[in-house]
Nanobody, 122 residues
Framework: QVQLQESGPGLVKPSQTLSLTCTVS??????????WNWIRQPPGKGLEWIGY???????YYSPSLKSRTSISRDTSKNQFTLQLSSVTPEDTAVYYC??????????????WGQGTQVTVSS
């Protein structure tokens, strides 16, 4: 059974960098065709995809957040990390990590973390 668990500070000051880690158990983040994603949900709004790091280490980010986003990984710890710089109160949200399986036309979000609340406030 694959499990994902987000961790990181729940409160970040404006202009600082938000940093969250997703720890994966029950499966390796280097296994072919799996993509490791960050998604967020601001209060009262829908889900917003932030970006992913692939099984090979390649990354892809939402164009709207690309200039402020970096996703990296530590394969020795089976973790991947989100960094979002220059945060504002509009970055307040519940942040989720999730695994996506993608092999040709087949794409599925099959495992999610429980989510972690991040509030941006001074």
């Amino acid at each position: 059974q694959v499990q994902l668990q987000e961790s990181g500070p729940g409160l970040v000051k404006p202009s600082q960098t938000l940093s969250l880690t997703c720890t994966v158990s029950g499966g390796s983040i280097t296994t072919n065709y799996y993509y490791w994603n960050w998604i967020r949900q601001p209060p009262g709004k829908g889900l917003e995809w932030i970006g992913y790091i692939s099984y090979s280490g390649s990354t892809y980010y939402s164009p709207s957040l690309k200039s402020r986003t970096s996703i990296s990984r530590d394969t020795s710890k089976n973790q991947f990390t989100l960094q979002l710089s220059s945060v504002t109160p509009e970055d307040t949200a519940v942040y989720y990590c999730a695994r996506v399986y993608a092999d040709g036309p087949s794409i599925s979000y099959d495992y999610w973390g429980q989510g972690t609340q991040v509030t941006v406030s001074s």
